[in-house]
């Protein structure tokens, strides 16, 4: 890939409020150790009542131009990641860049679920293809517990709230990291494995309730065995077109949906526990978040440094799949 698609900034916003495990045995029949065990997640941020993914991204946008040094003027496309946007229309990409981006901007949201963050990498380098000026703000928003139906404890353990931005640009001058590859998939027909269904077009008319379909669910086994199958194919694919192998690779960066997910896709790609980086502990499944938050946190704790390679990877709703490969800088 020889298009110039260069990170210069990441920043993130979590939301305050924090669900523990041990909250979550309040509201359904759970426990710490169930939760620890299989997923190994302890703890999750869920947004504040007045907040949703527009909100949220908006912060984590103005930490990214203040990190990038840039002057918001100077962004020509405003592009949203996000299965929970607040509305069908508009887009959180157009209310973010009515907010921050002083004169009108190309805006538009990507809807790859899990997968938002590789699919708008791959789709910021093909802007960058066609216009190598721009420079693009790149959002990853999620507001997934609003989604989420609190008596169903196969999935409300599971998930949590967050937005990372990323100022993208094609001069590599400051650049945190470039994209080096990137492939994305996805396979429709396993469209109902994962849903968060009512709200859109198909199912309601005017004035009925909102039914149980409105909030996500999920063929938990199914999901778990395409997640590990995928992530690992598409890492092999990506590492053998780029003539790699998993040893050029310094840190693997999973989508943190599961310990054990990441724990099956790292052994069966052979790359040591050591150079795998996880905090679903912290977090759970911030869905197109989730990425972008373990790259900010392992840079934050000096684990990336210049001259290392990145492996992202990552599954989610639809089914969409994807790999990429990051040069960090600094
Ligand atoms: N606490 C206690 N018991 C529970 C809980 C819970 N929170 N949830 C389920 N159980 C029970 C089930 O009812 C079942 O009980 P039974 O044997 O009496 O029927 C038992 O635990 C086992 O349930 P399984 O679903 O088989 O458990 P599994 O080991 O598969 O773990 C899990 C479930 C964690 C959901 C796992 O399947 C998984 O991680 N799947 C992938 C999910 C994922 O990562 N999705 C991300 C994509 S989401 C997106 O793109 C927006």
């Not at 669900?19 to 947004?47: C, F, P, Y």
């Not at 050591?274 to 869905?287: D, I, L, M």
Request: charged share 15%; aromatic share 6%; hydrophobic share 40%.
């Amino acid at each position: 890939m020889s298009i110039s698609c260069q990170l210069l900034s990441f920043g993130t916003y979590v939301p305050e409020s924090v669900i523990t495990n041990e909250d979550l045995t309040a509201m359904v029949d759970t426990s710490d150790q169930w939760i620890v065990e299989r997923t190994g997640i302890r703890k999750r941020h869920r947004l504040g009542n007045a907040q949703n993914a527009s909100t949220l991204g908006i912060e984590a946008a103005k930490a990214s131009i203040k990190a990038a040094g840039i002057d918001p003027a100077s962004i020509t496309h405003v592009v949203t990641a996000t299965c929970t946007p607040d509305h069908l229309s508009p887009s959180v990409a157009c209310i973010i860049a009515g907010q921050l981006c002083p004169e009108p901007v190309m805006a538009f949201d990507i809807g790859a679920a899990c997968t938002g963050f590789i699919y708008g990498l791959s789709i910021c380098s093909s802007i960058l293809a066609g216009e190598p000026d721009s420079r693009i703000l790149f959002i990853c928003a999620e507001a997934l517990t609003r989604r989420l139906n609190w008596k169903d404890r196969s999935t409300c353990v599971l998930f949590g709230d967050a937005a990372v931005a990323s100022v993208i640009s094609g001069n590599p001058d400051g650049a945190i990291c470039s994209l080096r590859d990137v492939i994305c998939m996805s396979d429709g027909r396993q469209k109902d494995l994962i849903t968060v269904g009512g709200g859109t077009s198909c199912q309601y008319q005017y004035g009925d309730p909102v039914g149980a379909d409105f909030f996500l669910a999920m063929q938990g086994r199914d999901t778990y065995r395409h997640a590990v199958r995928q992530m690992v194919n598409v890492c092999e694919t990506l590492l053998r077109r780029n003539n790699l192998g998993i040893n050029d690779v310094n840190l693997l960066v999973p989508h943190q949906a599961n310990m054990r997910i990441i724990e099956a896709v790292g052994s069966r790609l052979q790359i040591d526990g050591s150079r795998v980086f996880t905090n679903v502990a912290n977090y759970g499944n911030t869905s197109a978040a989730s990425i972008p938050l373990a790259l900010a946190e392992a840079r934050s704790q000096g684990l990336l440094r210049n001259g290392e390679l990145v492996l992202v990877t990552a599954f989610g709703a639809g089914l969409t799949w994807g790999a990429a490969l990051l040069d960090f800088h600094k």
